[in-house]
Structures are given as structure tokens and as C-alpha cells.
């Protein structure tokens, strides 16, 4: 029994290694700069991909191959990151910076996909100098033995900690590190380049990130992106171990979690629901146990910068700016405008735009539970995809099994995703800072991995099947039909969400988030709204989930739900600005628009070469070198790139427009009356403090 | 006069404020030892003392943003300990911030309507949905009699964020006032304002005092602003009360001249 509890525990000493590498890359650019880079596991994917490819399809030796991926790409990626975007962040708060990574998270996989090509990378390969993991076995005949890959990484880890030991106990480089992140403005004052050692720091977190993702590449069967995001949250609740601060006490959790995750692995009974259920929510039980009991969470770690008052106020928002007759004339525009596409829609579009669109439609009822959720309530959740996922399951097994009508259906649906909602809400509303983010990050991918494939809970590995609703003598089966529903579903929803925001229960949250201490010296209860918010948020993306189930006729998790596309909602809400409805009813039409148009644009080359073959030379091989399959992920990396637009404007780009369309249209008409700027466009020009 | 801690905690029956006996550190750091006040109605009294003397740790313990060690707090008799800081404003302690805390993107008059709401009647979704949220007429004419009573008529409609210094920390005295609180905790009205705002800040309290008689705690640096405005003074040091009676008399005491003096600040 002793010995084995010390064989599994050896064996799990590998992968600890790597969660703890990860662990300590994500502490130390959360300390330096403020940004707790979710993207690493991009960045670590990105380097295992390099790694396969020069090592496996091009054959170069070990140690070029190791030294391109590890020492030059995966710096060279935290390089650019900190030059041509963390630089520019700098005073943001952690939760702009949060909303970067997030974006880049999205952005960075299909970038590699795209420059390697998407076909399935099969057993990587170990950095060591054999071609298979297991064509190095050590000590040979104990029961200790170890795989190359295994012996690769206790090896590159001692390297790694011994490097950081000594660079931290020598000079002064941690000291400035610490001092960056407490005013990166004051240290200047100092006479210290804060961007230097930013920039340090980021180097040497990616390498780590980058070393990491090389590593743990030889486990998977083949390479996929997706799964670097589950070695996230292993990594995540390793910073968590350390309070996002101590990178000793990161290092040491994030070996404890490999070792626990080992031994469970050894001991519990291989069919078993805890084997299959435990072991890989293991790191997501962890972080969340250590959420709920770790006071410090439950504080602010908000970096606030102790010169941040030499910063304008922020911008008011636009609807403040405008009289009441430009209010009235762009309601009745945008009605207008409404009306008019609907119509266009209905009587215009052929059956493919039309079911297009449709899918739009019905994505906004998703992505209205975003805005209620993270744009009114005031927390970043990461879990709005899970919960309509939730929505979709119960509509499909109520209707399967119970024979229930579709609508009545998905209302269940909504029900139980706000009931998960509310039992998920009850420690995360409580946490603080960046902590609900990551700590919804938890949930959405145990739900993914471990909930998920359950076949109470989802049907198992065939999509149960969902009909389209029929209410009386109406029937929504057809596209058309479906689309009107689909429209009176968002437009109710949509004011529903209005008056929330406009109504009391939306100024309270106004006042929360300006200020926690005045709401509670206030009366206000600082926790209550907040939970509102999130539970209606959850119902929300349930009733939208079930809506989805049914216009496509079966609850697909893998094609609807994943974490990955959840991701990119938030992403693309966030960027077109996720306190208005608009925004989440023009991002549910673009996210499946965009790829349709780029396809469109990307197919162009090739019929073009068809129906002109006498093109030769450069011209073809340039348009012979375009492919109609970019389109998907061209569009996602634009999603994602939209994303590092939020530092600049948080209130979302369509309110920086209205912002600046109404200033111009206000400055024409005071120039068409030859008068001075009118109040309005005034105190634009004259606001003082009080801005924080 | 010493701090005579059995004389002190003694607080009379319809006092609006008792607290008795109040600890609190931070990490071994002795922030208040032994601190004993009490309010009567009607009064305007000063806490003032030397920076890091532990006034704004004692409004904290006192409106709920920190809990005390140990010690005693009972506002018009009913006992608070293990009451949050919003439980404790909806029985009636409203307070101002040190360092301004107002809702920026809310105009003034949305912070009185802000306040009132959490006062008396809460959020609730139903209403919402149903369109049921407007500020009622009565809301209405109160907020609007605050906003007379401390001079905001012309600011009511700009968001708080366009405010200057001086007219912000009228608001935070609005936001508070329009609660109708039983005690109102000032935490250094004037600091940051220039003479002609504390000026101003001191007239709107004494038309306050004049028309509504709230009790109120000021905590204070300006020693003229409390001369001014304060019947009684308590002294505080290194988180111990080292004098207490009617403020000239405090303000005379020997006690205070060394802490002031040996601090450097008289």
C-alpha cells in the first residue's frame, strides 16, 4: 500500500511539473504587469505545434528544434504581446487586461491553425532524443520507471527552477519587478525603465508557457488546442494555492495537484462514475474549494495605480450627450431600421441567408443573457455558453422523454440553468477582482469535460433531437415562421432587459460598481443585485440555449455550446460593447454572417483561376494560395483581435460611435446656427476631477 | 481631563449612540484600544487627532466596514455587532467618505434617488418588468427639499463626474441626509476643499443643524471648522482617547496640546 501510494505519486510529479511551470509564468506577469494572461495556454499550444512540426515533419534534431520553440518562439510571442499591446494597457485595470488575454486566447489557436494547417498533429513527441516517448524507459526493471517524456520534464523543470532562483536571489530585478507592479508612474519617477522590465518578465513567462505546452504535448494522443485550456485550470487554481502572488507556494501546489490527480488516478476503480467524473474535474473541484474558503478571494486585488488620478474621466455615455429629440429620431431609426431588415428577410433572402440569419437571431437571445449578466450585473462570466447548454439539455430531454411542448420546454430549461445559476452564484458573487472570471472558467470547463458527456445530462454521444415548437394551430417548422418567433422571442426579451438595466435594480448595480462602500453606506445591499442579475443572466442563456436546440432540431453540444465558443461571445459582445442590447443583437447576427461573407470573398480566387485558367506566375500562386476553409477561422481571429480595442473603449465600440456621431452632428448645428458650443458639447470640453 | 474610560462608557438611556469599550488591530497593530463614546440626540460632535490616530478605523468599526476586536456598539439602544454596513444604514447611520465615493456616471439627482430607494422601499425584479420603477411624486418632493435644504438646485442634473471637489462632498452630505438618517457620520468634510468651499461646507451643516437637528459625528482636521461647529470634542491618539468634554476645553487640555505638538501639526 505504502509503495504504492509512492508510485503514483512519482508518476504524478511529471505533470505537476508542468502545471507548476504554467503557474509560475501566469504569477509573475500578473505581478510584473498586472495581466493574468489567460492566452498562455495559447502561447504553450503555439510552442508545442512549433515543436511538432521542425521536430516531426521536418525531422531536425532535438536541440534546434527545442531551441526554436522554446527559447525564440514562445519569448518572441510575449515580446509582441508586450510591445504592441500590454505596453499600452498599462494603467488599465486587471479586468481590461483579463479581457485581452481573452481575446488573444481566442485569436492566437487559429492563427497557428492557420499558418500550420489544421490536420491532426498524432503523438507529439518528447524533448528528449528518441523519436517515440517510449523508446526511453528509466531506471529500467524498477517500478519506478519513467518515460522519456516524464524524464524531459522533472529535467527542464530543475533547469527552469534553478535559473529563477538564481535570477531572483541575485540583483535587484525582482525588487523592480514588484515595484512595477505597485505604480509603474512612480517607478519611472524613480528613474527605473518600467517598460524594460515588463518586458523582461514577459519573456521569461512565455518561455515558461512555451516550455510548459512542450512538455505536457507528448500526453495528448494528438495536438489540440482545446485541451491546453483544461492544463489552464490546473495551472489556475496552482496561482490560487499561491493567492496569485507566491510563486514558491504556486510551485509547490501545482506539483501537489499532479501528485493528487495521480493518486486518485491509481486508486479509485477504473468504471467507476468518480474515475471517469473525478479525475479530470479534479483541478476545477480544487480552484473551487480553494475559492470558496480563501478569504483573500473575496477581497479586491484590484492594481490600482496611486497616479491613476492624473487620468481623464471617463467618457459620458452617449445618451446623456444628446438631446431628447435625437433620442426619439434614433429610436425611430433604429425601429425603422429593424422593420425594414426583418421585412428584407422574410421576402428578400433565399433559404440559406434566411436560416443564417435565423441562427443570428437566435444567438442574440444567447448572448442578451451577456449583457444582462456581465454588462448589467457587473461580474465576467465565463459560463453563459454552459448555461445554455443547460437550457438546451433540458428542453431535448423533456421533449424526448416526456413529450412535452416545445416552448413549455425550453421555459424549463430556462428554470433549471437559472436554478444551476443560482447554486453556482451563491460563492462566486462574493469573490472579487478577476476571481469570478476564473472561477466561471472552473465551471464551464468541468461542465464541458466532465458533465457534459454524462448521458443523463446531454443523451450521450448522439444529439438528442429537438422539434421546432407548434402552438395551437401554428406551426414554427418552417424557416420563415421561425424567424418571426425567434424575432417577438429577442424583442421581449430585449425590453425585458432594458427595464431591468433602466429600473431600479439596474441603478443599484450602477451604484455597486461606482462605488461598493457609498452603495452599502446607502443601504443598498452589495451582493443582492449582483445575484439577480447573474441568476436572470443564466435563465436567459437557458431559454436562448433551448431556442437553439430546437431551430436546429437536436441539443449538439460539440457544433452550439463549447466553452471555446462561449469564448468567443463574450469576446465579440465585449468588443461591440456589452452594456446595450444592440450589441448583443448586432454581435448574434455578425458571428455568423462574417465567416459566410469571408467565405464568399475567399472562394472568389479560386473560380476566378477556374474560369481564367491562362493566369500564370505570381498571380496564381498567390490566388491558388487562398483557401475557402479560412473563412471560420479569419473570422475568429478578427473576433478576438476586437477584443484588444476594450482598454481603449470599455463602453464597446458601438457606444464610441454613437459617442462620437453625436458630437459631430451636435457641432454642425451649432455651426449651421453660427453660434457658440451649446451646454451640451461644452461640458465635453470643461469637465474637472471628481473622476476616478 | 483623562480619559476616564468608567465615566465615558456610560451612555444614557435615550442616547443615539453608544459604543462601549471598542478594540481593534490589524495584524498585532493596536489601530483602537479601549475606545468609548456616545452620542445624545441633537448633538454635533467632533473626533478629531493627529494623522493614524484611528478616526477613520473608529467610523468603520462604527458604520460596519470593519469589525472591531471587541467592544460594544448600540444605535438608539439596539445592539449592532454582526450587523453588514447596509443593514446598519437602513436602521438609520448614513456616513460621507474620507476620499470621495460617489456613483460617477450618476447624475446628483439619481444619487438621492439612488439612496432613497435603498432606504425605504429596495429593488425588486416584478417592479422593474412592470415598469414600476420611476421615482415616485414623494420621492420626488423629498429629494428635491434635500437638494434645496444644502444649495445643489443648480447641479441637480450633472453627472457626478463633471463635479468639482467642493460640490461633490455636498453631495456625498446630500446622498447621506436624504436617507433621514438618525446619525450621520462626517468623515473630514473639508479636507482637500480651498477656504472658500470650507466655508460653504460649514454653513450648509449649520443650516442642516438648524433644520433637521441631525446628530451628527464629524471627524475633523481643521481645528477652526470644529470650534465652529462642535459642541462637545473627543481626542484621539495611537487609538486611545486622550481627552473629551465641550470642545474648547478638549481642545485646551494638555493631553492634546503634546499629541498635536509632538506630532508636529498644532
Given at each position: 500500500?505504502?509503495?504504492?501510494?509512492?508510485?503514483?505519486?512519482?508518476?504524478?510529479?511529471?505533470?505537476?511539473?508542468?502545471?507548476?511551470?504554467?503557474?509560475?509564468?501566469?504569477?509573475?506577469?500578473?505581478?510584473?504587469?498586472?495581466?493574468?494572461?489567460?492566452?498562455?495556454?495559447?502561447?504553450?499550444?503555439?510552442?508545442?505545434?512549433?515543436?511538432?512540426?521542425?521536430?516531426?515533419?521536418?525531422?531536425?534534431?532535438?536541440?534546434?528544434?527545442?531551441?526554436?520553440?522554446?527559447?525564440?518562439?514562445?519569448?518572441?510571442?510575449?515580446?509582441?504581446?508586450?510591445?504592441?499591446?500590454?505596453?499600452?494597457?498599462?494603467?488599465?485595470?486587471?479586468?481590461?487586461?483579463?479581457?485581452?488575454?481573452?481575446?488573444?486566447?481566442?485569436?492566437?489557436?487559429?492563427?497557428?491553425?492557420?499558418?500550420?494547417?489544421?490536420?491532426?498533429?498524432?503523438?507529439?513527441?518528447?524533448?528528449?532524443?528518441?523519436?517515440?516517448?517510449?523508446?526511453?524507459?528509466?531506471?529500467?526493471?524498477?517500478?519506478?520507471?519513467?518515460?522519456?517524456?516524464?524524464?524531459?520534464?522533472?529535467?527542464?523543470?530543475?533547469?527552469?527552477?534553478?535559473?529563477?532562483?538564481?535570477?531572483?536571489?541575485?540583483?535587484?530585478?525582482?525588487?523592480?519587478?514588484?515595484?512595477?507592479?505597485?505604480?509603474?508612474?512612480?517607478?519611472?519617477?524613480?528613474?527605473?525603465?518600467?517598460?524594460?522590465?515588463?518586458?523582461?518578465?514577459?519573456?521569461?513567462?512565455?518561455?515558461?508557457?512555451?516550455?510548459?505546452?512542450?512538455?505536457?504535448?507528448?500526453?495528448?494522443?494528438?495536438?489540440?488546442?482545446?485541451?491546453?485550456?483544461?492544463?489552464?485550470?490546473?495551472?489556475?487554481?496552482?496561482?490560487?494555492?499561491?493567492?496569485?502572488?507566491?510563486?514558491?507556494?504556486?510551485?509547490?501546489?501545482?506539483?501537489?495537484?499532479?501528485?493528487?490527480?495521480?493518486?486518485?488516478?491509481?486508486?479509485?476503480?477504473?468504471?467507476?462514475?468518480?474515475?471517469?467524473?473525478?479525475?479530470?474535474?479534479?483541478?476545477?473541484?480544487?480552484?473551487?474549494?480553494?475559492?470558496?474558503?480563501?478569504?483573500?478571494?473575496?477581497?479586491?486585488?484590484?492594481?490600482?495605480?496611486?497616479?491613476?488620478?492624473?487620468?481623464?474621466?471617463?467618457?459620458?455615455?452617449?445618451?446623456?450627450?444628446?438631446?431628447?429629440?435625437?433620442?426619439?429620431?434614433?429610436?425611430?431609426?433604429?425601429?425603422?431600421?429593424?422593420?425594414?431588415?426583418?421585412?428584407?428577410?422574410?421576402?428578400?433572402?433565399?433559404?440559406?441567408?434566411?436560416?443564417?440569419?435565423?441562427?443570428?437571431?437566435?444567438?442574440?437571445?444567447?448572448?442578451?443573457?451577456?449583457?444582462?449578466?456581465?454588462?448589467?450585473?457587473?461580474?465576467?462570466?465565463?459560463?453563459?455558453?454552459?448555461?445554455?447548454?443547460?437550457g438546451a439539455f433540458t428542453t431535448a430531454q423533456l421533449t424526448t422523454n416526456f413529450n412535452l411542448s416545445v416552448l413549455v420546454a425550453m421555459v424549463a430549461g430556462a428554470l433549471v440553468a437559472a436554478a444551476v445559476g443560482a447554486v453556482l452564484s451563491l460563492p462566486i458573487i462574493r469573490l472579487a477582482g478577476i476571481y469570478p472570471a476564473l472561477a466561471t472558467l472552473a465551471f464551464a470547463l468541468m461542465f464541458e469535460n466532465v458533465l457534459a458527456p454524462l448521458s443523463w445530462v446531454s443523451g450521450g454521444a448522439t444529439p438528442l433531437t429537438v422539434p421546432r415548437p407548434l402552438v395551437g394551430p401554428i406551426d414554427f417548422a418552417g424557416n420563415r415562421a421561425f424567424l418571426l418567433l425567434s424575432v417577438g422571442i429577442l424583442a421581449v426579451l430585449s425590453v425585458a432587459v432594458i427595464m431591468i438595466r433602466q429600473g431600479t435594480t439596474g441603478r443599484f448595480l450602477d451604484a455597486i460598481r461606482e462605488s461598493e462602500p457609498a452603495a452599502s453606506?446607502?443601504?443598498?445591499?452589495?451582493?443582492?443585485?449582483?445575484?439577480?442579475?447573474?441568476?436572470?443572466?443564466?435563465?436567459?442563456?437557458?431559454?436562448?440555449?433551448?431556442?437553439?436546440?430546437?431551430?436546429?432540431?437536436?441539443?449538439?453540444?460539440?457544433?452550439?455550446?463549447?466553452?471555446?465558443?462561449?469564448?468567443?461571445?463574450?469576446?465579440?459582445?465585449?468588443?461591440?460593447?456589452?452594456?446595450?442590447?444592440?450589441?448583443?443583437?448586432?454581435?448574434?447576427?455578425?458571428?455568423?454572417?462574417?465567416?459566410?461573407?469571408?467565405?464568399?470573398?475567399?472562394?472568389?480566387?479560386?473560380?476566378?483561376?477556374?474560369?481564367?485558367?491562362?493566369?500564370?506566375?505570381?498571380?496564381?500562386?498567390?490566388?491558388?494560395?487562398?483557401?475557402?476553409?479560412?473563412?471560420?477561422?479569419?473570422?475568429?481571429?478578427?473576433?478576438?483581435?476586437?477584443?484588444?480595442?476594450?482598454?481603449?473603449?470599455?463602453?464597446?465600440?458601438?457606444?464610441?460611435?454613437?459617442?462620437?456621431?453625436?458630437?459631430?452632428?451636435?457641432?454642425?448645428?451649432?455651426?449651421?446656427?453660427?453660434?457658440?458650443?451649446?451646454?451640451?458639447?461644452?461640458?465635453?470640453?470643461?469637465?474637472?476631477?471628481?473622476?476616478? | 481631563m483623562t480619559a476616564g474610560n468608567a465615566m465615558l462608557g456610560n451612555g444614557q438611556i435615550g442616547s443615539v449612540l453608544v459604543a462601549n469599550h471598542i478594540d481593534k488591530r490589524f495584524e498585532g497593530i493596536a489601530a483602537l484600544s479601549d475606545v468609548s463614546v456616545h452620542l445624545e440626540p441633537g448633538e454635533l460632535v467632533a473626533l478629531i487627532g493627529p494623522n493614524g490616530a484611528g478616526k477613520t478605523t473608529l467610523f468603520n468599526c462604527l458604520s460596519g466596514v470593519l469589525r472591531p476586536n471587541s467592544g460594544q456598539i448600540l444605535l438608539k439602544g439596539r445592539d449592532l455587532s454582526g450587523l453588514a454596513a447596509h443593514e446598519r444604514a437602513r436602521l438609520g447611520l448614513a456616513r460621507t467618505f474620507q476620499r470621495m465615493e460617489l456613483f460617477g456616471s450618476l447624475t446628483v439627482r439619481e444619487h438621492l434617488f439612488v439612496a432613497h430607494r435603498a432606504q425605504r422601499r429596495g429593488a425588486s425584479l416584478w417592479r422593474d418588468l412592470t415598469g414600476r420603477s420611476r421615482p415616485t411624486p414623494q420621492e420626488r418632493e423629498q429629494c428635491d427639499a434635500v437638494l434645496e435644504l444644502v444649495g445643489l438646485g443648480d447641479h441637480a442634473d450633472r453627472p457626478a463626474h463633471s463635479l468639482t471637489l467642493g460640490t461633490g462632498r455636498v453631495v456625498e452630505l446630500a446622498r447621506a441626509l436624504v436617507c433621514d438618517p438618525e446619525l450621520l457620520f462626517l468623515d473630514e468634510p473639508s479636507s482637500g476643499l480651498d477656504h472658500r468651499e470650507t466655508e460653504h461646507m460649514g454653513t450648509v451643516l449649520e443650516q442642516v443643524r438648524a433644520e433637521r437637528g441631525t446628530t451628527i459625528l464629524l471627524c475633523e482636521h481643521d481645528v477652526a471648522f470644529v470650534e465652529r461647529l462642535a459642541s462637545r470634542t473627543y481626542v484621539l491618539d495611537c487609538g486611545k482617547l486622550i481627552a473629551e468634554g465641550p470642545t474648547a476645553e478638549a481642545l485646551a487640555s494638555p493631553q492634546v496640546r503634546t499629541a498635536y505638538l509632538g506630532a508636529g501639526a498644532a
Open positions: 500500500m505504502a509503495g504504492e501510494i509512492l508510485e503514483y505519486a512519482v508518476r504524478g510529479v511529471p505533470i505537476g511539473c508542468v502545471f507548476a511551470l504554467m503557474a509560475v509564468g501566469l504569477v509573475l506577469t500578473y505581478k510584473t504587469s498586472g495581466v493574468f494572461n489567460l492566452a498562455f495556454a495559447a502561447q504553450a499550444y503555439t510552442s508545442a505545434v512549433v515543436f511538432y512540426e521542425v521536430r516531426k515533419e521536418h525531422e531536425w534534431p532535438l536541440l534546434p528544434a527545442a531551441l526554436l520553440a522554446v527559447v525564440v518562439v514562445a519569448p518572441l510571442i510575449g515580446v509582441i504581446l508586450d510591445r504592441f499591446l500590454y505596453r499600452y494597457q498599462r494603467t488599465a485595470g486587471s479586468l481590461a487586461k483579463l479581457i485581452t488575454s481573452l481575446g488573444l486566447l481566442v485569436a492566437i489557436p487559429e492563427i497557428v491553425r492557420l499558418i500550420f494547417g489544421s490536420g491532426s498533429k498524432k503523438n507529439p513527441p518528447a524533448l528528449w532524443w528518441v523519436k517515440r516517448t517510449d523508446d526511453f524507459l528509466w531506471p529500467q526493471g524498477s517500478r519506478f520507471v519513467l518515460d522519456a517524456g516524464q524524464i524531459a520534464t522533472l529535467a527542464f523543470t530543475a533547469i527552469a527552477v534553478t535559473g529563477l532562483a538564481i535570477m531572483f536571489s541575485r540583483g535587484g530585478i525582482g525588487l523592480r519587478m514588484r515595484a512595477v507592479v505597485e505604480s509603474p508612474r512612480l517607478v519611472q519617477l524613480q528613474g527605473i525603465d518600467a517598460s524594460r522590465v515588463s518586458l523582461a518578465s514577459w519573456m521569461l513567462s512565455s518561455l515558461l508557457a512555451g516550455l510548459a505546452g512542450v512538455l505536457i504535448a507528448p500526453l495528448f494522443a494528438q495536438l489540440n488546442s482545446l485541451d491546453f485550456f483544461t492544463l489552464l485550470v490546473a495551472a489556475i487554481a496552482a496561482c490560487v494555492i499561491g493567492s496569485l502572488t507566491n510563486i514558491v507556494a504556486t510551485f509547490i501546489g501545482g506539483i501537489g495537484l499532479g501528485i493528487l490527480q495521480a493518486e486518485l488516478a491509481g486508486f479509485l476503480p477504473t468504471d467507476s462514475i468518480l474515475a471517469t467524473g473525478l479525475r479530470p474535474g479534479l483541478p476545477f473541484l480544487v480552484l473551487f474549494g480553494l475559492l470558496l474558503f480563501r478569504r483573500s478571494a473575496r477581497t479586491s486585488h484590484e492594481v490600482t495605480d496611486p497616479l491613476s488620478g492624473v487620468d481623464p474621466p471617463p467618457p459620458p455615455p452617449a445618451a446623456s450627450l444628446r438631446p431628447s429629440w435625437m433620442t426619439m429620431g434614433t429610436r425611430v431609426f433604429a425601429v425603422t431600421v429593424a422593420v425594414l431588415g426583418l421585412v428584407l428577410a422574410l421576402f428578400v433572402l433565399d433559404e440559406f441567408w434566411l436560416s443564417v440569419v435565423t441562427s443570428g437571431v437566435v444567438l442574440a437571445v444567447v448572448l442578451l443573457s451577456i449583457v444582462l449578466t456581465t454588462g448589467v450585473g457587473g461580474t465576467i462570466s465565463l459560463s453563459q455558453a454552459a448555461f445554455a447548454a443547460i453606506a446607502v443601504g443598498i445591499n452589495p451582493i443582492r443585485p449582483r445575484l439577480v442579475a447573474f441568476v436572470a443572466g443564466a435563465g436567459v442563456a437557458g431559454f436562448g440555449g433551448g431556442l437553439v436546440a430546437s431551430f436546429n432540431g437536436q441539443a449538439n453540444y460539440a457544433a452550439n455550446f463549447t466553452f471555446y465558443l462561449g469564448l468567443v461571445w463574450l469576446v465579440l459582445v465585449i468588443t461591440a460593447g456589452f452594456r446595450s442590447v444592440q450589441a448583443a443583437i448586432i454581435s448574434g447576427i455578425f458571428f455568423y454572417v462574417l465567416p459566410q461573407l469571408l467565405d464568399r470573398l475567399f472562394r472568389w480566387p479560386g473560380n476566378y483561376l477556374t474560369s481564367n485558367p491562362e493566369v500564370s506566375g505570381v498571380t496564381k500562386s498567390v490566388l491558388d494560395f487562398i483557401e475557402p476553409e479560412w473563412s471560420l477561422g479569419v473570422a475568429f481571429i478578427l473576433f478576438g483581435f476586437g477584443a484588444l480595442t476594450y482598454a481603449k473603449h470599455p463602453e464597446g465600440i458601438i457606444e464610441a460611435q454613437t459617442t462620437k456621431s453625436i458630437r459631430k452632428v451636435l457641432g454642425w448645428i451649432d455651426k449651421a446656427r453660427g453660434k457658440g458650443p451649446t451646454p451640451a458639447s461644452e461640458q465635453l470640453v470643461t469637465q474637472v476631477g471628481g473622476g476616478r | -
